[in-house]
């Protein structure tokens, strides 16, 4: 248990914050390495997601892509990617990219899905086009499931870039690394502690996210015992749906 | 495929370790996250601390957690109860959400009746609540055994990955194939679980292939 | 048909024999196979690379044919891992290297011939709860190298000549090495090469560390002497004449408890045969198109020699 006392020591200590390779330079690649392939899996994952959704066809493709990227080993993949490629920024970035787009997906499509057809209908008997009912009417509807795809999707590349630490010379997986091969316990816990902090301060934030852009008016329905009648209206499949947070790696 | 022929004893082993691994945490987290999601289902408060603190246990990412674990636990660094408590603390996290929704959707009408009926709380849960709620348990238990499965392989790190030994090596070796292997037989191991969980679903709760729910 | 009643029996029974099937292979009597006194069943560790996992192999293949019974754990890591590991008791044996063992256990020894390493070995390690068999001749030391551009370009043939360029270059090699004696602080201290960038790659100098060096992202890399890229490559290996790396003979390490002359024995008859050459050779083999395990490997030469 020194080790907990020890490693909040490091922490605490400022000099271990500055230089290269820092607490500072480490935390900051492991939020450059997020930000970049979470950002990168935004623009291919939403406006796919929407499509999906809106247009209700390839449902059964993204519960397969769900599922199959639930199963799929990362670390395995990604030292296979990273044998090919080579040990460089960019291959990491693809991996990590393609970590997260499936369940960023999921939570688009189950965003959309999960809308109401009344609104839905109502606005299209309204005449609203179709980019306006997506725009107006299904987007911020389906906001906060959205939103949990979101969430899903970086604590994945969080978990991901610190075992990444193997193979990537940045990043707070590299206390992890190093703590383990030269088996300072120290350096390790140094290194949980940092990272799990950053992944519950950005899932939180997230969180926070999720809870301002529920729309009012419009109960969430999931987060207190649902009346089963809303439960079966929902087409949403329970391996989509669930759980909110989900793909710790 | 010559290398896979000529190594299949090793591949078999490291296959049958991981199921073994990663079957054991499934099992705990469906058995433990039963009596705590109903808990929680029950009462507000409770549920919301359990969620916050499996929440934060479910954050933590694994490699952080296998390395800590023999620290908290106090066990020899290679001894499978580091991965196995650890991956078990991720599926009760994963599965108590899931737990919590499903004892929640059985809705109250069902309830009273079953009380005015003559079910005593306990046999009322037994016979009521847990098979209402089982299809949704089964939906997030078939997602935790698919996670499980894949996430045993990080444990490569600290040498009890099963198959994520294969993933390590062949990356050392600059032999992808390897690693192919490997991904390919986890991919098989969740795939077996997978189905035989189906088949306990479809042998438990035989209504709910009717309704068509268990996707 | 079958009553709701039967089903639930049924699946609860096929669960409990999931879970008794499990908790019965998670009882193995191998494991950690050192205490108690039961001295017929041993774990043999290795490192986590090829060349280590064929030295388990021909230690356990012929302790398996002496009436052991033998159990692998593959993939340990390094030093700092395994020492904990033997002491503790999760494995009784593994394949170690004379002149890192005794540094690593040992911050102030001074021996740096093969003599005075297996010399001071035995004292040092008893310390530690663990005992060493004879060394074998075979070595495989850590070796800085260089690209044979590389070293045409600067002039360099000994470690020593790296101190002029030292802030300019990268070093590679697994993570371990920046905190070894023969790291940061030893290259400093003996050769006066300060300065440098160090880059981790956790492959025991395997393919990521080559091809890192091949293409110039670090321009020395730290790879094992019976490596058989170095050959393939024409890589230049860096004269040693301070010996900062100490002689590194192949030598079984285990917990003291398995001490005795027998036992010592068979993995003498091993490591007598264990020249470099034959080592290599052995790494070759396994390096080869063919890829076969370090099983295979160890069981064709330990027939060849006469030991199985």
């Known amino acids: 248990m020194n080790f907990f006392a020890d490693a909040f020591a490091y922490i605490l200590d400022p000099a271990h914050w500055a230089g290269d390779p820092g607490i500072a330079q480490r935390i900051a690649d492991h939020l450059l390495y997020t930000g970049l392939s979470v950002g990168i899996a935004i623009l291919i994952a939403v406006p796919l997601g929407l499509l999906i959704g809106h247009t209700g066809r390839g449902r059964s493709f993204v519960i397969g892509l769900t599922s199959a990227a639930r199963a799929l080993p990362t670390f395995g993949f990604l030292l296979f990617i990273v044998l090919l490629a080579g040990l460089g920024l960019a291959p990491l970035i693809a991996v990590l990219v393609v970590l997260a787009v499936p369940p960023l997906l999921a939570g688009v499509y189950a965003g959309i899905e999960a809308v109401d057809r009344q609104p839905v209908d109502a606005a299209r008997a309204l005449g609203m086009s179709e980019w306006q009912i997506l725009g107006r009417v299904e987007i911020p509807l389906g906001l906060p499931l959205m939103l949990g795809g979101l969430r899903s999707a970086t604590l994945q590349v969080i978990a991901t870039a610190t075992v990444a630490g193997y193979v990537a010379q940045g990043g707070l997986g590299r206390y992890l690394i190093e703590g383990l091969a030269r088996r300072d316990y120290t350096l390790a816990v140094v290194g949980a502690v940092l990272v799990a902090a950053l992944a519950l301060a950005i899932d939180g934030l997230l969180a926070v996210a999720q809870k301002l852009v529920q729309p009012r008016g419009v109960s969430r329905g999931r987060a207190r015992p649902a009346s089963t009648r809303e439960r079966r209206s929902s087409r949403v499949p329970a391996i989509i749906r669930t759980p909110t947070t989900e793909g710790n790696l | ?215 | 048909m079958f009553t709701r009643k039967t089903r639930v029996l049924a699946g609860v029974a096929a669960l409990g024999l999931t879970a008794a099937l499990a908790a019965c292979s998670a009882a193995d009597p191998l494991d950690g196979g050192g205490d108690g006194g039961d001295t017929t069943a041993i774990t043999i560790g290795s490192q986590g690379f090829a060349e280590s996992d064929i030295l388990a192999q021909l230690y356990g293949q012929v302790l398996a044919a002496n009436g052991y019974e033998v159990d692998y754990a593959a993939g340990i890591g390094s030093r700092e891992t395994f020492i904990p590991a033997l002491q503790d008791g999760s494995i009784d044996l593994i394949p170690d290297y004379s002149g890192n063992l005794l540094y690593g256990l040992d911050t102030g020894a001074t021996a740096t011939s093969s003599e005075d390493v297996d010399a001071a070995l035995p004292d040092v390690v008893a310390e530690n709860g663990l005992a060493v068999a004879e060394s074998a001749p075979a070595e495989d030391a850590d070796a800085l190298v260089v690209t044979p551009e590389f070293a045409a370009e600067h002039g360099l043939t000994s470690i020593g000549d790296l101190a002029g360029i030292a802030s300019e270059i990268t070093i590679g090699a697994n993570t371990e090495f920046e905190g070894r004696p023969y790291g940061r602080a030893g290259l400093e201290s003996v050769y006066g090469v300060t300065g440098w960038t160090f880059k981790a790659i956790d492959d025991y100098g395997g393919p990521g560390t080559l091809s890192d060096l091949l293409a110039d992202n670090i321009q020395v890399a730290d790879i094992y002497t019976t490596t058989p890229s170095i050959k393939q490559n024409d890589l230049v290996v860096l004269d040693d004449p301070k010996n900062l790396i100490a002689a590194q003979n192949i030598v079984p390490l285990f917990n003291a408890e398995f001490a005795d002359d027998d036992f010592a024995a068979l993995l003498n008859s091993v490591s007598e045969k264990l020249t470099t050459d034959e080592l290599l050779s052995l790494n070759e083999i396994s390096a080869g198109d063919d890829k076969p395990s370090p099983e295979q490997v160890a069981k064709d030469w330990l027939t060849a020699q006469g030991l199985l």
């Open chain 2, 1 to 215: 495929m010559v290398w896979l022929w000529n190594n299949l004893g090793l591949v078999l082993g490291l296959a049958a370790e991981h199921a073994r691994l990663s079957a054991i945490p499934i099992l705990v987290g469906f058995a433990a996250s039963i009596p705590l999601g109903w808990v929680a289902s029950r009462f507000a408060w409770l549920r919301g601390l359990l969620l916050t603190v499996f929440g934060i246990v479910f954050t933590i990412p694994s490699l952080a957690l296998f390395v800590v674990m023999p620290l908290l636990l106090g066990t020899r660094i290679l001894d499978d109860l580091n991965v196995i408590v650890a991956l078990s603390l991720y599926a009760i996290a994963m599965m108590l959400r899931g737990a919590i929704d499903g004892f929640g959707s059985v809705s109250p009408d069902v309830l009273q009746s079953a009380t005015a009926v003559g079910f005593a709380a306990a046999s009322r849960f037994w016979t009521v609540q847990l098979p209402l709620a089982g299809p949704v348990l089964l939906a997030n238990l078939r997602v935790v055994s698919v996670s499980t499965v894949s996430l045993l392989s990080v444990a490569a790190l600290i040498g009890k990955g099963g198959l994520g030994y294969l993933f390590t090596n062949g990356y050392q070796r600059a032999f992808p194939e390897e690693i192919v292997i490997g991904i390919v037989f986890t991919l098989l191991i969740a795939a077996v679980f997978d189905i035989v969980l189906v088949l306990l679903g479809r042998l438990l709760l035989p209504w709910s292939r009717r309704a068509g729910r268990a996707a």
